[in-house]
């Protein structure tokens, strides 16, 4: 106590802030020193006290450093709230005196004209606070008394309310608190450069205030971008994640794929719609010669040669306008051999059903021509070789019936007619035998030329008419004056057929029509109408296939061979046309084909 008492009296002896025992003289060069001495303190004070980001350790400097050199014997910092009350949060005190840390001020010691004064910037400097002059009121200096306070000096802790905002102009300033400086043991007459020193720190307790909400509001944005940086980092990795795995079941599938695309005895592959090949299996390599890596990206008509994607352009064109289709091709194998094969075409249709590609399928069918091809040759060498014997057979029997041979009982002469019809029915079979196996296998070519299509109508007709007429059927014709480049006498065949099954499957008295008429289309479209029996709706397609008859004693009855509808068929292909029927059973049928006009 009596160390400290002696260092007080010393301090009580120094009128300004150089703390030298030099007497202060009032002249210029003094005045010069001290305000020297003075900006350095402050920067010293000042330094030393935002050497700290944390805020409450700046409040301690602050306190420590004030108390230190205004050798007070008690500072404080004195937060105001909300409702008024506050508390000393920070203190420098000698332990002479009782501490006021944390002790909570009603509301009484501190009422609101004094916070609106303070808000406003005022400055206290009480030398003596018994001093009536000092206006302070008689309950305000028993509490003061509590604390040994003597003189007292207060000043205003500001904080700046937007000051983390770019718009200065906004800002405003609220009372935070209080820089307090406490003389205990007697009245102090406090100096200027004490009271500027505390406003000073005061300016610079705002400032640091201000700063650490700035700090907290960055540290808060900093925790916010964070959080939200993790979660897409978290996002990011699950994403990545997904696409490994996603990426690892695509490659065993595609693993998978290639084992069983490449041992399968098939050609496959999938062709983009720039007709590039991306996707092929190995059958590729062992057939073409080609290895996949040579094939993938390169287009169909390099890895095919010009002469072969000629006869594939077609389809090619067809599937990637998204029909799916089926031909027979010829292709050159590495080792120059040539080999049959089927092909087909599937489309590949996205979500909104355009084209993106389409899948090839393509099989070696070299043997099952190969067969057909002896099927052919062996039908054409026995059906010639039996045309020529049923022909003189059917000649004698002709010959026989007119009886200038001589007379047959009447049983004889049945005997002989039922020779005659089934002997006639074979020839006819053999025919029809032999001109559908020289159509199919191209043997003959339609030879053709510009006719008149009522021309084409008339000769069909005509050949019909007797058969009509023992029919008791009536034939009409629509004839129209249209050209067109065909095979007559292929399209007059297509057309006696039709009209012979017309009559065939008509009741007589009733009437078969012949017409023809321009399509939309550049077509010219033909018909047969009956008012027959009609077809049953389940036979409509396969009637057109080979020996397809609705009722098999058809051909018995009616004479027929079940060839008549796939001829029929065979020559309008070959004309690049198509052939269909309509039929309502008990009414009759319409069986139409279609010609191109130009061919
Ligand atoms: P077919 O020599 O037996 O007439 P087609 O190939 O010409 O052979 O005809 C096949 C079958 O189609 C016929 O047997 C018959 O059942 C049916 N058919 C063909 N045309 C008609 C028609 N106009 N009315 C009813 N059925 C028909």
Redesign the pocket.
């Given at each position: 106590m009596s160390k400290r008492k002696s260092s007080k009296s010393r301090k009580k002896n120094q009128p300004t802030i150089a703390n030298n025992h030099r007497p202060l003289k009032h002249n210029e060069q003094d005045e010069l020193l001290r305000q020297r001495q003075w900006v350095k303190l402050f920067a010293e004070v000042t330094f030393k006290i935002r050497q700290s980001l944390n805020f409450k350790e700046i409040l301690r400097a602050t306190v420590t450093e004030v108390q230190r050199i205004l050798q007070a014997d008690r500072v404080l910092i004195y937060q105001v709230f909300l409702d008024g009350t506050g508390r000393a949060i920070t203190e420098a005190v000698l332990p002479d005196y009782p501490p006021i840390l944390d002790l909570e001020f009603p509301e009484e010691v501190f009422p609101t004209e004094y916070q609106q004064l303070y808000a406003k910037g005022r400055v206290r400097a009480i030398a003596d606070v018994r001093d009536r002059q000092a206006g302070l009121s008689d309950c305000l200096i028993e509490f003061v008394d509590q604390f040994n306070i003597k003189a007292k000096m207060i000043v205003p802790i500001l904080q700046n309310l937007n000051s983390h905002q770019q718009n200065e102009s906004s800002s405003s300033n609220q009372l935070w608190g209080l820089l307090i400086a406490h003389h205990c043991d007697r009245p102090y007459q406090w100096l200027d450069f004490e009271l500027e020193l505390m406003q000073q720190l005061a300016d610079q307790i705002g400032i640091a205030l201000s700063q650490a909400q700035f700090l907290e509001h960055l540290e808060e944005i900093v925790e916010v971008r964070t959080a939200e940086l993790q979660e897409v980092n978290r996002n990011l990795q699950q994403e990545i994640n997904d696409r490994m795995q996603a990426e690892a079941a695509l490659r065993r599938s595609e693993e998978q794929l290639r084992l069983i695309t490449n041992a399968l005895p098939v050609l496959i592959a999938y062709v983009d719609d720039h007709q590039c090949y991306r996707f092929n299996n190995k059958a590729y390599e062992d057939w073409l010669g080609q290895v996949p890596a040579d094939i993938y990206g390169s287009n169909i008509k390099t890895v095919w040669g010009n002469n072969c994607y000629q006869r594939m352009q077609v389809y090619v064109n067809l599937a990637l306008l998204g029909q799916a289709v089926t031909y027979e091709n010829e292709i050159l194998l590495k080792d120059g051999l040539p080999c049959s094969v089927n092909v087909t075409y599937i489309p590949h249709l996205d979500e909104q059903q355009n084209v993106k590609g389409f899948f090839a399928l393509t099989t070696d069918i070299s043997d099952r021509k190969a067969i057909e091809r002896m099927k052919d040759e062996f039908i054409a060498v026995v059906s010639h070789e039996l045309r020529t014997p049923l022909t003189s057979m059917h000649s004698a029997l002709k010959i026989l019936a007119t009886g200038r041979l001589g007379t047959l009982s009447k049983d004889g002469q049945q005997m002989l007619e039922i020779a005659d019809d089934n002997t006639e029915r074979l020839v006819?079979l053999v025919n029809?035998v032999l001109d559908l196996q020289r159509i199919e296998s191209g043997e003959v070519k339609m030879e053709k030329q510009i006719c008149n299509v009522s021309t084409l109508m008339i000769q069909a007709t005509e050949a019909m008419q007797p058969m009509a007429q023992q029919h008791g059927v009536v034939l009409v014709v629509n004839q129209i004056d249209i050209e067109i480049f065909v095979d007559s006498d292929y399209i007059v065949q297509a057309l006696t057929?039709?009209i012979?099954?017309?009559?065939?499957?008509?009741s007589s008295d009733s009437t078969v029509w012949l017409s023809a008429e321009n399509t939309p289309n550049a077509e010219v479209l033909f018909s047969?109408c009956?008012e027959?029996?009609?077809?049953p709706s389940d036979?409509l397609e396969s009637?057109?296939e080979?020996?397809?008859?609705?009722?098999s004693s058809?051909?018995r009855r009616?004479?027929?061979?079940?060839?008549?509808?796939?001829?029929?068929r065979k020559i309008v292909e070959q004309h690049e046309g198509k052939i269909w029927?309509e039929?309502t059973l008990g009414k009759?049928?319409t069986?139409s084909f279609t010609l191109p006009l130009l061919n």
């Open positions: 006819r029809n057929n039709l012979s099954n017309a009559i065939k499957f008509s047969v009956d027959g029996q009609g077809i036979k009637i057109f080979r020996f397809q008859q609705v009722d058809d051909s009616k004479g027929g061979t079940g060839l008549g509808l796939t001829i029929c029927v039929s009759g049928s069986f």
